[in-house]
């Protein structure tokens, strides 16, 4: 198979294409937020992925080509937290390579004052940094780590200066923690031109003590900003996971991530690969495929795609649609393992 060659992309059971790649590149992070990485669950003895579990960058990068053959044109760069992986911006450059490729990162922001010019010049094109709040106290208490809100703050516009836009900020909302806060972060957006999109808390796993109560709809967090800045909605992609709105005095774009109240299963075409090569084709997911052990068999590039294949094909997830028929003692995996 040549590297040019472009395969049929292929559709799940409910005939939705494979069009993005998301690759998390280290289960570690130096946050322990209470909806992702609680310290409870992940203190001092949690044991990690060895190193020698974890894909190299090499061969990241093959599999990366494999999907780009069947298709894919977005690809992600997830954690943990990414830019705690060593030399990522080679990774970058790597995946940055690939023709007609939108190479983007998610990112707590912490690092990324120091990184970010590297991974621009790298090939690294857009980034979407995790802010839950922008009042300092909030902010620390839910890092959990007593990381200061400016340090995130002087990374967004040192990625904003650099040329990684449009920035996007992605805060969960909880009821009763930062819930109050939601139109200081719409206001901080505005004022700098990023693009707010605000999350629904979801139960992605099962160590963050998720209850359904502690949810914000999105409904009514888009109700609380509109009566201050009146928006209409923007069109957007049948597979896109926000819906979006431009507000009318022209200040930007908000979306509103509403895998609770409003689930987009029915557009999904996103696939998740882990730290140490499992293939996901879902966000709750309670196992995945290894790519990793097939290609360090000896597996050709054919036999992977045809993998790969199979496993999309063999595709029927659509947990947010079916959250309250799903039993609540099932093991799925946790965020930080498989990225947002």
């Not at 044109?73 to 997830?78: A, E, S, Y």
């Not at 990023?194 to 359904?212: F, K």
């Amino acid at each position: 198979m040549s590297a040019a060659e472009t395969l049929a992309t292929p559709l799940d059971r409910l005939d939705r294409p494979l069009q993005d790649l998301r690759i998390s590149v280290t289960d570690r992070c130096n946050f322990r937020c209470t909806y992702c990485m609680p310290r409870e669950a992940f203190g001092e003895g949690f044991r990690f992925l060895p190193h020698g579990e974890i894909l190299s960058f090499e061969e990241i990068t093959r599999l990366a080509r494999l999907f780009h053959r069947l298709g894919v044109r977005k690809i992600r760069l997830t954690g943990g937290e990414p830019l705690l992986r060593r030399d990522l911006t080679e990774l970058v450059r790597q995946l940055a390579a690939l023709p007609d490729i939108d190479l983007a990162m998610t990112t707590n922001g912490s690092l990324l004052a120091e990184q970010s010019a590297g991974l621009r010049d790298a090939g690294l094109q857009r980034v979407s940094i995790s802010l839950d709040s922008i009042r300092d106290a909030t902010f620390r208490r839910m890092n959990d780590v007593d990381l200061p809100v400016a340090t995130v703050v002087e990374g967004i516009a040192r990625a904003a200066e650099v040329g990684l836009s449009p920035i996007k900020i992605n805060a969960v909302i909880r009821r009763g923690v930062n819930d109050g806060e939601v139109l200081e972060l719409a206001e901080f957006a505005r004022l700098h031109g990023y693009v707010l999109r605000l999350i629904e808390y979801m139960d992605v796993g099962t160590l963050n003590a998720w209850r359904l109560q502690d949810v914000v709809p999105a409904g009514e967090l888009r109700r609380r900003i509109e009566a201050v800045y009146p928006m209409e909605p923007v069109p957007g992609a049948p597979s896109q996971v926000a819906s979006r709105f431009r507000y009318l005095d022209g200040a930007g774009e908000i979306g509103f991530i509403a895998s609770i109240s409003q689930p987009f299963c029915a557009g999904c075409s996103r696939v998740r690969l882990s730290a140490d090569g499992r293939l996901f084709t879902c966000l709750f997911a309670e196992s995945g495929f290894s790519l990793r052990d097939l290609m360090r068999s000896g597996a050709s590039d054919a036999t992977l795609t045809d993998a790969i294949v199979r496993v999309w094909k063999g595709r029927s997830d659509r947990y947010s649609e079916e959250r309250s028929t799903s039993l609540s003692g099932s093991h799925r995996i946790e965020m930080s393992y498989i990225g947002g």
